[in-house]
């Protein structure tokens, strides 16, 4: 099983990434998914989910608005579209899959740094 994130990196507040999770090793069009994200000296938070056919999406207050998360079930990948880039939103960025609403596999992350 493997959770790969890619598409970090640096990027100046108000501009936008788009992050990626290639999933392999599982079925993932059974899995919802998650974006977890993790700052220094922080407790990781969830940002978004999405269930396992892609009708329903569920994201944090704090960044409601502003990132989608979106996933292609033939292609095994969930995405994370991140605009309006706030300085706050530095941190490793995480994709999960649930199982019966927990995370059972993690990638190992990505790293978001917003900075001027």
């Known amino acids: 099983v493997q959770l790969v994130e890619s598409g970090g990196g640096l990027v100046q507040p108000g501009g936008s990434l788009r992050l990626s999770c290639a999933a392999s090793?599982?079925?993932?069009?059974?899995?919802?998914m998650r974006w977890y994200r993790q700052a220094p000296g922080r407790e990781r938070e969830l940002v978004a989910g999405?269930?396992?056919?892609?009708?329903?999406?569920t994201y944090a207050v704090f960044v409601k608005g502003r990132f989608t998360i979106s996933r292609d079930n033939a292609k095994n990948t969930v995405y994370l579209q991140m605009n309006s880039l706030k300085p706050e939103d530095t941190a490793v960025y995480s994709c999960?899959?649930?199982?019966?609403?927990?995370?059972?596999?993690w990638g190992q992350g990505t790293q978001v740094t917003v900075s001027s």
């Open positions: 090793g599982f079925t993932f069009n059974s899995y919802d």
């Open positions: 999960s899959a649930l199982w019966l609403g927990v995370p059972k596999y």
């Open positions: 999405i269930i396992s056919d892609g009708r329903v999406t």
